[in-house]
């Protein structure tokens, strides 16, 4: 198991003890019926403090965390009330950062498709800045302005066209749908800044997830200033940069597809499989400092706002299970990629078995979850110590995208609990039934 970055609230003692801020995951999966999420508020509010300072090189960056990464009530709420903005995509998002309490003027509304209906909804709710991605939906939108009476300042999302990075083979079909080409951009913004009912106010681009090094962020920074520079000279100012999010969760480095060569075990023994990601310090450290270095070589000063996800909620959240069936070379758990659905760029997650020694004796098996789906398949040939019915099994590092994504194949979705700062354990999302799930179904009347 990679090592615990030592700021995680996570321990696995020698002695076989797991402790999750302050609490025994062994005795919690007694407590509490298996499979849970398990959300720890204080490393949330501790990721938070840790990004805000990576990133004070600058003053004034703007923070508007992804909520769709993960919406839970007590993380919305908790980077509301640490001065956190939020970035949605659609009437969903809107919704749950209105319950969180979220002051619109912090609220960033992305999407590479956006309903009239929703972009009344964020005109009228009074959204900081809308971020298009194409000149159809500007004018869509600039039309729902001027239904409305109003003048509504936009963004537009670019594809900067990076060099690709190493997984480009992989997802470059999927990447390319969003945002604008850069060798198109000045046009399109400029015709954008000529809709009457809309404000020109913004340039925004993601990467890509994930991002191990902060160099696609420096070369990132260095076209959107080009184009800044650019549009300036043709009447069109722009004053906030936004760079999107991608910056990694510390933990997720081990790529699941390596594993599958014959090469792997070798590339292991002499720990070379993983990637190790920089961490936050270090992406906020050059990222702020060449922002510095172009706003004094071109003289532009925009602000800058980031889009974290990921790298603040990975770690705040666990799955606790346990073992069900050991046979042959399969463990079977409760856990399902129901419950954990994303496998970026195949990724694999830390596993830990509590009662059980780190380096206690163990033997590889499949790891399996208990629906009847080929695919239900957590980790191939991991080590597992003290493989047993009713042992219990825990899955680190699922706090972005797990509960998001999760999904009903053949089984209700599980509760989810959090630690509070005060150390109590508070449900605060009870599980599904089969009613529940079924509820929303036509059947004919008898």
Partial sequence: ??????????????????????????????????????????????????????????????????????????????????????????????????????????????????????????????????????????????????????????????????????????????????????????????????????????????????????????????????????????????????????YPAQSMRNLRLSRRFVIARLLERFNRIEVQAASIDDFGREICEHFNELTKSTGIKPTLAIEPGRCLVANTQIVVGQVQLVKNDWVFTDISINDIPENLFFSEWRLVFPGQKPDAKSRPYNISGPTLATQDVLHFQREVPGAATGTPFVVLDTGAYSIARANQFTRPRNAVYAIRTSGDVELIRRKETVKDVLAMQVWPEK
């Avoid at 990679?2 to 003890?17: I, L, N, V």
């Fill in 1 to 246: 198991m990679p090592e615990s970055d030592p700021r995680d609230h996570f321990e696995w003692e020698q002695s076989g003890r797991a402790m999750f801020d302050g609490h025994d995951l062994a005795e919690l999966a007694k407590r509490y019926p298996t499979p849970f999420y398990l959300i720890s508020e204080r490393q949330l509010r501790d990721n938070y403090s840790r990004l805000c300072d990576a990133f004070s090189g600058v003053e004034g960056v703007k923070k508007y965390y992804s909520v769709k990464s993960n919406f839970e009530s007590l993380v919305l709420s908790t980077l509301c009330s640490e001065g956190c903005g939020a970035e949605i995509s659609g009437a969903m998002d809107m919704e749950l950062a209105r319950r969180a309490g979220m002051n619109p003027e912090r609220v960033v509304f992305d999407g590479p498709i956006k309903s009239a209906e929703d972009l009344k909804a964020a005109v009228e709710w009074g959204v900081h800045i809308v971020n298009l991605e194409s000149i159809d939906e500007a004018r869509v939108l600039n039309e729902v302005a001027g239904q409305l009476g109003r003048v509504v300042d936009v963004g537009m999302r670019i594809d900067p066209l990076l060099s690709k990075p190493y997984y480009d083979k992989l997802i470059t079909t999927y990447t390319k749908k969003f945002g604008v080409p850069f060798d198109q951009a000045a046009d399109v913004a400029r015709e954008i800044a000529a809709l009457p009912n809309l404000q020109f106010r913004g340039l925004m681009a993601h990467i890509g997830s994930q991002i191990f090094r902060p160099g696609r962020y420096i070369r990132l920074l260095d076209r959107m200033f080009s184009l800044m520079k650019d549009l300036l000279a043709h009447g069109v100012k722009v004053e906030e940069l936004n760079i999107g999010g991608g």
